[in-house]
Nanobody, 125 residues
């Protein structure tokens, strides 16, 4: 599975941005599609995930209510709509894929099987 993220950029706090990820390869074997982010000097953190079979979404507490993850199976695309952005949302955003089931859906980096290269989102105050 290959992942290509796009859509990052510079936005002012309070504004919105959508990042996208195109999946290619053996996507039928995938179970979770998700997003992580990594701010400078910090660890890579879970942001959101979606299951494909029974679309269920999972969000970190820091983005719940502001971010929305969605997927278009036919186009092999996963999106992250980010509203009311804050300076602390500044990070490189990585799309991620897990092939198998997970006990909770709140993934950690070791749970991920494939990573995209990331797209930078900068939120100015």
């Amino acid at each position: 599975v290959q992942l290509q993220a796009s859509g990052g950029g510079v936005v002012q706090a309070g504004n919105s941005l959508r990042v996208s990820c195109k999946l290619s390869g053996e996507t039928r074997r995938t179970w979770y599609w998700g997003w992580f982010r990594q701010a400078p000097g910090k660890e890579r953190d879970f942001v959101a995930a979606i299951t494909l079979n029974d679309p269920t979404t999972y969000y970190s507490d820091s983005v719940k209510g502001r971010f929305t993850i969605s997927a278009d199976n036919g186009k092999n695309m996963v999106y992250l709509q980010m509203n009311n952005l804050k300076p602390e949302d500044t990070a490189i955003y990585y799309c991620a894929v897990r092939l198998g089931a997970h006990y909770s859906g709140y993934l950690t980096p070791p749970d991920v099987d494939y990573w995209g290269k990331g797209t930078l989102v900068t939120v100015s105050s």
